[in-house]
RNA sequence: GUGGUUGUAGCUCAGUUGGUUAGAGCGCCUGAUUGUGGUUCAGGAGGUCGUCGGUUCGAGACCGAUCUUCCACCCCA
């Protein structure tokens, strides 16, 4: 014990406060997820590797945090690889299982194992930590939750336009203004990497593409040559850097720029409906925008793909994301499956609501009421009126000892406990209760049905 | 994984070119006030200067390693 504990990086430790805080943002998102019909689920926190391995691309590969085998795991270690020190060769060998990267590829292995079991559609929900051995930054952790709703077994665009209204539902119970739900088409990105020529290079292509509002048009050029797309191809994007305007005149151009290009054409007439549907209906505090440069990530998305950004005023990357792959449960063996989903970032929305300072007053209340103790007698006293208060659902307590009615007094204001009563023995005589509001000053004698009323 | 950055009291931060017992504000504790918190007043406690090692007569200041924070890249919620 010489030497202070400590978290590994990235990882933390949550106050009463925060959890109360967290917990107002898990439950409005849950609660946003059930009225649009969602199902909660739940999967381990780890897999086995060959489940999660593979399944990111090589980045993702590097990012997953492999659980060492138990017991004498050097003994079945690959000797080859371990006397040339090829870390990667030996991990297979001496890791079988691997913790949670996201909910998403989780959610695919369970819809296969499960698919005899599930009506479909299958809409679910899935609220878990999720873990990735990333290096730490603001808004970037080890361990962080993730909120995801998905659909299973269900091609409609309807679904796109559902997840747009449930990412409005959710931004306007957190009462958070100023978001940008960003959308954009894989098979848009694809069809313009066909026009350029460079369909053999499109995650090289969407990748340098996707950097343009941070790097600039030179750079973004400059990373697409040294990828190997030509100058010829480059130079066919020009009118891609100059797009802007609304999402329908954004549309126009694209329809010239893909125009050759079956897929694409397919991309923009997805857009053109879920946008027709969307400004039908109406969002409320969110603006939906159409953003060819997005391209995150996440290789496995074919149709419809999602960003969504906080408030310019506040500097974070993205607070959720998604899209539609159509054949997720293909890698685990079941075909012809598509899904569509997205996933909130709980931390990041955290940080986000603190910042605009956005949570409500009522998440630091712990108890409405507590009972100063004045000695045994009093306590018990009190205790029957504490438990007539907690069968009417009113959250009271009593103070554990007949401390100074001082340190009692300061421990209720600490608390934003907004009630305090007084029970000694001139209240028992005559049955009554002194009621203090902590927030007002003011107290008053009160029966113990008024006590109830007042506090409910 | 690459490059950089940060770390002094519970919190926010001072600490001059290395030089006696390391400071402030806020918070905390005690009392004024033995049935009244949040205001006021008077006292008080609290620091292995992230950790380990090195240079030096002497290190909070300089050097190295390590951990942590934040930033850029990569990637991403």
């Known amino acids: 014990m010489a030497q202070k504990p400590s978290i590994p990086k990235g990882t933390r430790d949550f106050t009463p406060i925060e959890v109360a805080k967290r917990n107002y943002i898990f439950n409005t998102i849950r609660g946003a997820f059930e009225t649009f019909g969602f199902q909660p689920i739940e999967t381990p926190s780890f897999e086995n590797s060959e489940t999660l391995m593979g399944k990111y691309g090589d980045e993702g590969d590097r990012l997953i945090f492999k659980i060492l085998n138990s017991g004498d795991y050097l003994s079945k270690a690959n000797t080859e690889a371990y006397n040339t020190k090829d870390s990667n060769k030996l991990t297979s060998s001496i890791s079988e299982k691997a913790l949670r990267y996201d909910l998403t590829v989780p959610f695919a292995r369970y819809v296969v194992q499960h698919q005899n079991e599930i009506e479909f559609p299958f809409k679910r929900y899935q609220i878990q930590p999720v873990w990735r051995a990333d290096r730490p930054q603001k808004g970037r952790f080890r361990e962080f939750y993730q909120c995801d709703a998905d659909v299973v077994g269900s091609d409609s665009l309807w679904q796109e336009v559902e997840f747009i209204q449930l990412y409005d539902t959710v931004f306007k119970a957190l009462k958070l203004e100023g978001v940008t739900i960003k959308i954009n088409n894989r098979k848009i990105l694809s069809g313009i990497a066909e026009v350029i020529g460079a369909s053999n290079k499109l995650i090289d292509f969407t990748v340098a593409l996707d950097k343009l509002d941070k790097i600039g048009e030179e750079k973004v050029k400059e990373e697409m040559l040294s990828k190997g797309i030509s100058q010829d191809g480059i130079s066919k994007l020009q009118p891609l850097f100059s797009l802007s305007g609304s999402f329908e005149s954004q549309m126009e151009s694209l329809r010239t720029i893909l125009a050759t290009s079956k897929d694409g054409l397919k991309g923009i007439e997805e857009l053109a409906f879920i946008n027709l549907a969307i400004s039908e209906l109406g969002l409320t505090t969110a603006t939906l925008q159409l953003d060819v440069t997005l391209a995150r990530g996440l290789n496995y998305y074919t149709g419809a793909i999602f960003e969504v950004s906080a408030p310019q005023e506040v500097k974070i990357g993205s607070i959720g994301g998604g899209g539609r792959y159509d054949d997720l449960t293909g890698i685990f063996g079941m075909k012809d499956m598509s899904g569509v989903g997205i996933s909130f970032g709980l931390d990041r929305i955290y940080l986000v609501l603190e910042e605009l300072n956005l949570f409500p007053e009522t998440v630091n209340k712990s108890v409405e009421v507590l ?40 421990h209720a204001n600490r608390r934003n406990i907004p009630f305090v009563v007084l029970v000694g023995e001139e209240e028992i005589t005559s049955s009554t209760y002194t009621l203090k509001d902590m927030t007002l000053g003011e107290q008053y004698k009160v029966s113990l049905q008024d006590l109830i009323s007042k506090l409910k």
């Open 371 to 410: 009972f100063i103790n004045f000695g045994d007698k009093e306590a018990l006293f009190s205790l029957k009126a504490i438990k007539v208060l907690r069968e009417a659902g009113i959250n009271a307590e009593l103070y554990p000892e007949a401390a100074k009615m001082k340190k009692q007094m300061t």
